[in-house]
């Protein structure tokens, strides 16, 4: 049972990276950087908090605080990424570390636990509180991209679209399956 949470979480975690990604790609490499005043953050300024978070919460997961001393989470929130191609460094390198710890965990880590801010959470806590947190980053991110984009490409169900494609999915078999399992892409595949 929680070996298929664990697998749960990766997919989710993939799913909403791929939103982010499928973003990043529909706008100019200008509009990453675009505030919309000096109080709000540019896409490329929320990659580098979640790149910040992801780095401070999953390095050393099951050994040290979740807030590293290390961290600097101010500096996190000031628009100074350099390009593109920095920003999708960051990006890539804090999935990467929060992917590879979570493949690391066994059904036996669940219960363990863990400190954030010296917050005791069960790893499952730990695990729940990343995953309404950077879901809700990454909503931020396609929000801003939606707004900016010539012609948006829909990342759900395009509008007019739900009857057909509540339809087409009743139309299937009853089957457990994961809401991930649909897409074709295979960067969001488990063991990727």
């Not at 709000?40 to 001393?69: C, Q, Y």
């Not at 628009?79 to 036996?108: F, I, P, T, Y």
């Not at 931020?140 to 707004?147: D, L, P, R, T």
Request: glycine share 4%; aromatic share 12%; with cysteine.
């Amino acid at each position: 049972m929680n070996y298929e949470y664990i697998d749960s979480v990766i997919k989710q975690f993939l799913y909403y990276k791929m939103l982010g990604e499928k973003t990043f790609d529909q706008i100019s490499e200008e509009q990453l950087f675009w505030q919309h005043n000096p109080d709000s953050n540019s896409i490329a300024t929320i990659v580098k908090h979640l790149a910040g978070n992801m780095l401070s919460r999953w390095t050393d997961f099951m050994s040290s605080d979740g807030e590293k001393p290390w961290r600097n989470r101010d500096r996190e929130f000031e628009n100074d990424v350099a390009s593109k191609a920095e920003m999708l460094r960051l990006w890539e390198h804090g999935w990467q570390v929060m992917l590879d710890c979570l493949r690391s965990l066994s059904e036996h880590d669940l219960d363990k636990i863990i400190y954030i801010r010296n917050q005791g959470h069960t790893v499952i806590e730990a695990i729940n509180r990343q995953l309404a947190h950077y879901p809700y980053h990454v909503g931020q991110i396609v929000y801003i991209g939606k707004m900016l984009a010539a012609e948006w490409q829909s990342l759900s169900i395009a509008r007019g679209n739900s009857a057909q494609f509540n339809t087409d999915k009743f139309s299937q078999t009853k089957q457990r399956r994961h809401f991930t399992d649909d897409f074709s892409d295979s960067s969001l595949a488990p063991d990727n």
